[in-house]
């Protein structure tokens, strides 16, 4: 999402700042700015719009200096216009802050700040930083960051810069950023892309680690202040391969960003103090008492999953159904209705006209939607934006998983408003989405394992998937992503239905996957899992870590890291995305543009 660049050095650093976050561009941005020291002064110039309406901007104000921070926004807190628009300054304008991410907890932050005077002149959860780190800044900016941070709770890739100060500063958690070694200058970046022409020396950051950045050198340190050894690495990428961070394929790249994709779309979103999720909608969820959620492909299953979130915890009916059906069957729904349509691209075709049916027939709509000022965005009476940055890989990974996380989101804001979730599931439910990031990194480490698994299985010319209740979605989802990045057919089914016609396909050359996390429904599943090994069926279980059962009832195990057994679809997801992959890399088949399909189907 978002573009990072800061430089140090002797060039002039609002040409190295522009020409970077053009390289940066392909990530998505409704906004961007610059701030440079000039003759001993911070200058910001930002606009909203596109790099040119900046670089105009600029034409008619040269900015002279050496040293400079630039930035591309993606509208998260706050509308995308100039004052939201990145760096935000401090009130006495000698500190100018850039950040990538969400700060958790910037409302109460907020209100401190305004408590002891402080003026915001924007409606961004970031220009708490500023205000902050100027709080604390006592003529050492590295250690007024430090302390700021010491306060800030959430994701964050961090640039600051004071007048008084040659150094730039900058902290990471979640948010990517690599820091850039020349010759008498430094740079740094939230990807590689920026850094091409100057530099291939670079430093990737860890989360937790700060670094202070001058001309001459670079300083590395943990939030505590401890130093860090990071290894140099020498880049060798083509311009492609840099946007693709070094992965071989944009649809890896897009795995690994689940993380910090999760990060954007919870982040800020959920209140701890009250349990619940402030949405920033003006739709009144009590107003509704049943739910139709209309999808496409995987943004389906993702409804799908939504449906039991919602029933679960709002206790409110709730029917999904392909966008490209609804609109066809005269469906029933009036002034008590809510419609949910998810889309990543928002151009859907189908769902367009579906979520036009709805509203037609008077029903609330709401779109979940990852692009901004797409088509449904300006259908619907209310937006979700999952924050999932663009994605460029045909098969739907992050937005799939940030999906999940955004109706999950609904599902508490409709359970609380409504008055059916209580304060104690509440709590421990949104503890539990509070993890997610963390559960899904901890889920990427089993891609060796998986990549065994693929080249074990990667000639089966059929697989079947398996999964009840809340992954009964989660199996289509998985069958879905094998067909169509490697081209095996591939069937999915609620795990109770297989021995109603499917358990006819089973044999020894069958691989199966069965999705057998904990849940209540544990020893039913296991019980389908018997059937399909008494039929000489290959199971490949996904299974909860510390499941040693698992082993004596599965030929290959995965395992998740344990969650709520409602959140379980997201952390699933993850692996059998990497299955489909490396199967698919296996065959040697096009990943990133598999034959036949298109990245947003615009027509019926």
């Known amino acids: 999402m978002c573009g990072i660049v800061g430089y140090v050095g002797f060039r002039e650093a609002a040409g190295v700042l522009l020409e970077g976050l053009r390289r940066l561009e392909y990530r998505g941005y409704d906004s961007a700015g610059v701030a440079v020291k000039v003759n001993g002064r911070l200058e910001v110039v930002k606009k909203a719009g596109k790099l040119q309406v900046l670089a105009e901007s600029l034409k008619e104000r040269a900015l002279p200096g050496t040293l400079g921070v630039g930035h591309t926004r993606w509208a998260t807190h706050g509308a995308p216009n100039d004052p939201n628009a990145h760096p935000h300054s401090s009130e006495d304008g000698r500190l100018a802050v850039i950040h990538n991410g969400i700060i958790e907890n910037y409302l109460p932050l907020k209100e401190g700040l305004l408590q002891r005077g402080h003026v915001f002149a924007s409606e961004t959860d970031s220009e708490v930083l500023a205000h902050l780190i100027e709080e604390k800044y006592q003529g050492n900016l590295y250690q007024a960051v430090r302390l700021a941070l010491q306060e800030a709770h959430g994701a964050y890739g961090l640039v600051v810069a004071h007048q008084d100060s040659e150094e730039i500063v900058v902290a990471r958690t979640v948010s990517p ?41 670079v300083r590395l340190t943990d939030l505590k202040g401890n130093p860090v050894q990071r290894e140099v690495v020498e880049v060798d990428w083509s311009l492609e391969d840099s946007e693709k961070g070094g992965y071989p394929h944009y649809m890896l790249k897009e795995i690994y960003e689940q993380p910090w994709v999760l990060e954007n779309t919870l982040g800020g979103r959920l209140r701890e103090e009250s349990a619940t999720a402030e949405l920033g909608l003006k739709l009144d969820p009590a107003r509704y008492d049943k739910v139709h959620v209309i999808a496409c492909g995987s943004a389906y299953y993702a409804g799908w999953v939504g449906k039991y979130l919602i029933e679960a915890l709002a206790r409110v009916p709730v029917e999904v159904e392909v966008a490209s059906e609804y609109r066809y069957r005269d469906p029933v729904a009036d002034q008590k209705t809510l419609a949910i349509v998810i889309s990543q691209s928002g151009e859907t075709i189908d769902s367009l006209e579906a979520i036009r049916e709805a509203a037609r027939k008077g029903a609330g709509t709401l779109g979940i939607i990852n692009a901004k000022g797409s088509s449904i965005t300006r259908e619907v009476d209310d937006t979700l934006y999952i924050h999932a940055g663009p994605e460029i890989g045909v098969a739907s990974t992050k937005a799939y998983t940030a999906m999940i996380a955004a109706m999950s989101l609904v599902a508490v804001w409709m359970g609380r408003a409504k008055g059916r979730l209580q304060d104690q599931p509440a709590a421990e439910f949104t503890a539990e989405l509070r993890k997610l990031p963390r559960l899904v990194e901890e889920a990427l480490e089993e891609r060796p394992e998986i990549a065994r698994i693929a080249l074990k299985y990667h000639q089966a010319s059929d697989y079947l998937f398996l999964g009840r209740h809340i992954q009964a979605p989660t199996a289509y989802e998985g069958a879905l992503k094998l067909k169509e990045i490697s081209y095996i057919h591939a069937e999915a089914y609620p795990a109770g239905e297989m021995k109603h016609g499917p358990i006819a396909l089973i044999d020894e050359h069958l691989p199966v996957v069965v999705l057998t996390t904990e849940s209540p429904l544990y020893e039913k599943t296991v019980s389908n899992i018997q059937e399909v090994r008494a039929r000489g069926g290959r199971v490949i279980a996904l299974a909860t870590k510390g499941d040693s059962e698992a082993k004596k009832f599965a030929q290959d195990v995965i395992y998740v890291p344990r969650t709520h057994h409602l959140l379980a679809p997201i952390v699933s997801a993850v692996p059998l995305q990497l299955l489909a992959y490396e199967t698919a890399v296996c065959l040697g088949r096009d990943v990133d543009q598999p034959r036949n399909l298109a990245k947003s189907v615009t027509v019926e």
């Open 177 to 217: 950023l690599v820091i850039g070694l020349g010759e008498g200058e430094n740079f740094v970046a939230s990807d590689v892309p920026a850094l091409l022409p100057y530099t291939r020396r670079v430093i990737f950051l860890h989360d937790g680690d700060m670094a202070a950045i001058g001309k001459e050198g």
